[in-house]
C-alpha cells in the first residue's frame, strides 16, 4: 500500500523540480533528436495556434533544452526576439547550445519561475509553454502573469499531456514506478503530468486567467522506437518526473524498477518495431484587454 503522502508544499515541490531538471537536463539535451521526432508535430501545432509573425517578441515558459524557442527563433527572424526561461539554472544553460551553433543570435535565455516572471508588463506578443504548465502548482497564477506580460491582442499558447487512459507512454511506467516506489498519484489540484489533461480543464484554466477565445485540441503523439528497450532508456535518462518519484530508492531498486517497466512496455513491440500510442493536448488564448 502507498504510503500516505505529506502534505503539499510548492516551494519544496519547485525547488525538487530544479535539482532534478539540473541533474538530468543534460540527457534531454542528449535525446533532443528523438524528443522532436516525438513532439515535433505537437510542437508545431502549437505553434501554428500562437500565430507567430515575423519580428515578434516570444516568451517560452519552461523552455527545456532548444525547443520550442529555436522554432519560435526562425519563425520570427532576425528582427524578432525569443526570451527562453526555465526554474532550471542548468537547462537554461544548456537551451543557448542549439541557437549558438545555429547561429540564431535572436534567442536569449534566463533562469526564472514561470509562476512569478521577472519580467515588465506588456513586453511580448506571445507566450509559449511545451509540457509545462501542468507541472507548475498554480496553473491559473501562472497564466495570469504570462497575460501580464503580454500586449493587448497577444496570443498564449501550451502543449500538455492528456489523460492517463489515452497515454500508456507515460501512465505505465508511472504506475509501476509508483507502486514500487510507494508513492500515491498526485492529489487532485495538485500539480503533475495529467493534472491539465482531463476534458475542459484547460479552458477552465484559461478563463480563469482572464484570456478570451480559447481553444484546446487533441493531437496524437504516439512513441516510437526500435525496441522498447530504446523507449525505456530515453525514459530512464531524460524524463525528470519518473526519476524524481523514485529518488529515495537505492540504486539497485531503481535499476529492478526499470526493468519491470521495460518488460511491461514490450506489449507494444511488433515485427515493425516498438509502438505506443499517445495523446497531448494544445491549447490557446488570446489577451483581449
Sequence with gaps: MAEPQPSF?????????????????????????TLDRWYGGATRQ???L?????????????????EPAVSAAERVGAGGCV????ISEGIVELALQVPQERGLEQIEARAMDGEKL???????????????LMYMPQPVTALREWRRALK??????????????????????ASIIRRRAQRSA???GQPGPFSLGSPGVLQDVFRDAGFADAEVHAVSVPHRATRAAEY?????????????????????????????????????????GFEVPGECLVGAATKCS
Design 9 to 33: 508544499d510548492a516551494t519544496t515541490y519547485k525547488n525538487a523540480q530544479r535539482e532534478q531538471w539540473n541533474k538530468d537536463g543534460a540527457a534531454w539535451r542528449r535525446w533532443n533528436p
Design 46 to 48: 502549437m505553434l501554428g
Design 50 to 66: 500562437a500565430r507567430i509573425q515575423p519580428n515578434q517578441r516570444i516568451l517560452d515558459i519552461a523552455a527545456g533544452a532548444g
Design 83 to 86: 526570451l527562453a526561461t526555465d
Design 118 to 132: 521577472a519580467l515588465p508588463d506588456a513586453g511580448f506578443d506571445v507566450v509559449l509553454c511545451r509540457l509545462g
Design 152 to 173: 493587448t491582442g497577444g496570443r498564449v499558447a501550451v502543449l500538455v499531456f492528456s489523460t492517463p487512459d489515452r497515454i500508456p507512454w507515460g501512465a505505465m511506467p
Design 186 to 188: 498526485p492529489a487532485q
Design 232 to 272: 525505456v532508456r530515453v525514459a530512464r535518462e531524460a524524463f525528470g518526473a519518473f526519476n524524481a518519484m523514485m529518488a529515495h530508492l537505492p540504486a539497485a531498486e531503481r535499476d529492478s524498477v526499470w526493468n519491470e517497466v521495460e518488460d511491461a512496455m514490450r506489449h507494444f513491440e511488433s515485427p515493425d
